[in-house]
């Protein structure tokens, strides 16, 4: 790439028309900005008569949003090249296999980068059973995930630090971990990280979760926990029928093999 300007498609999605053209618009009338995100149509694989826009209390807006784990997706960023070339990259092995786009989005926040978020949904995107976030490796991106917020915490100036709540962060991914751990069957692993929780109420909380997981049918508890996890994600999505203008988009780049 020798462009100006960086954006990002992943393979099972897309863009709208003028997706491209709107968001060069936004950052040439605003130079102040470095990175502008824009809101996108989500669909669930085989299920193209119903599509999400994710709320708006969702979307990340500062800081204290990205370190509690909220980021926008990877393909409606738009950047200047020199935001890129100043460093801010994947990561590689797990750093770039698990939760990418919100560390570079973390870290690009961390440091000052100037974001800004437009609602218009410019893109359409597929949440697939098979991605990265499929259940057996959720443990993997919550440690992934503890490790990096500690990292970030150590860098942050006094002024930033006191807008957020560190301990509480952790704590909450912590209690995170310890659900993807009983999903994956992990049940002595989640007592661990249970234990590892500094709140004193919601380490109870969690301890609680980690013994009523150890006494239930591991193929029972994971069946319970997934459809809790997936409640919890269809609630941060505002869903509507797909309108006909939208089935026109899908008919003319989706394969075949997906309608």
Known sequence: SQGEYICFLDSDDFYLPNKIER????????????????????????????????????????????????????????????VWDAGFAFGEGDRGRYGEEWRLQLWMAQSGVTMAFRPDPL?????????????????????????????????????????????????????????ALLLDGRKREAGQAAASIGDAQQSRKARRLAALGSLLPTALLSSLLRWGWLARQNRSFDWHATSPALQADFAAVQPSSRH
Not at 157 to 164: G, L, M, S
């Open 123 to 179: 893109a359409v995107v597929e949440i697939r059973p098979d991605s990265h976030t499929v259940w057996s490796r959720q443990w993997m991106m919550k440690q992934q995930a503890l490790g990096e917020i500690e990292h970030v915490a150590s860098l942050l100036t006094p002024a930033q630090r006191a807008t957020v709540d560190v301990p509480g962060i952790l704590d909450n991914f912590r209690h995170k971990l310890v659900v």
């Open 23 to 82: 968001q060069l618009n936004e950052l040439r009338a605003h130079p102040e900005i470095d990175v502008v995100y824009c809101s996108a149509w989500h669909f669930r694989t085989g299920a193209l008569d119903r599509v999400g826009l994710k709320k708006l209390t969702a979307q990340p807006e500062g800081l204290k949003d990205y370190l509690e784990g909220r980021n926008h997706n990877l393909n409606t960023m738009f950047m200047r090249r020199s």
